[in-house]
């Protein structure tokens, strides 16, 4: 069974920071990339930011100089989303996606996994 497993989420004021973290576990043979998305309610679930295995980032336009992804040094299979000045239309639950390489139902294959989402409220 391969997871993604996310935390960090909480309420938060306008202006201040947050961080999330997201684990991957499970027989996992290669992560190519590792992603944060978000769903507001009633919104369309959005990219906010992606981490490819050769280390590059891409981020969606609301994301782009408040957020930060980065990978644990250590261990790779663990993924940070640092979220500064935020705003109240960041509220919303955050999503991790792994694009992986491992082992289901005793073969190795490409999958995507999705963790189930921590939730993050910016308010006063």
């Known amino acids: 069974q391969v997871e993604m497993v996310e935390s960090g989420g909480g309420l938060v004021e306008p202006g201040g920071s947050l961080r999330l973290f997201c684990v991957a576990s499970?027989?996992?043979?290669?992560?190519?990339?590792m992603a944060w998305y978000r769903q507001s309610p009633g919104k369309m679930r959005e990219s906010v930011a992606v981490?490819?295995?050769?280390?590059?980032?891409?981020y969606g336009d609301s994301a782009k100089g408040r957020f930060t992804i980065s990978r644990d040094n250590l261990r790779k299979n663990t993924v940070y989303l640092q979220m500064n000045s935020l705003k109240p239309e960041d509220t919303a639950v955050y999503y991790c996606?792994?694009?992986?390489?491992?082992?289901?139902?005793?073969?190795?294959?490409?999958?995507?996994?999705w963790g189930h989402g921590t939730l993050v409220t910016v308010s006063s």
């Open positions: 499970g027989t996992i043979d290669a992560i190519y990339t």
């Open positions: 996606k792994g694009d992986v390489y491992a082992k289901v139902d005793g073969r190795y294959r490409r999958l995507e996994v």
């Open positions: 981490l490819t295995d050769g280390g590059a980032r891409d």
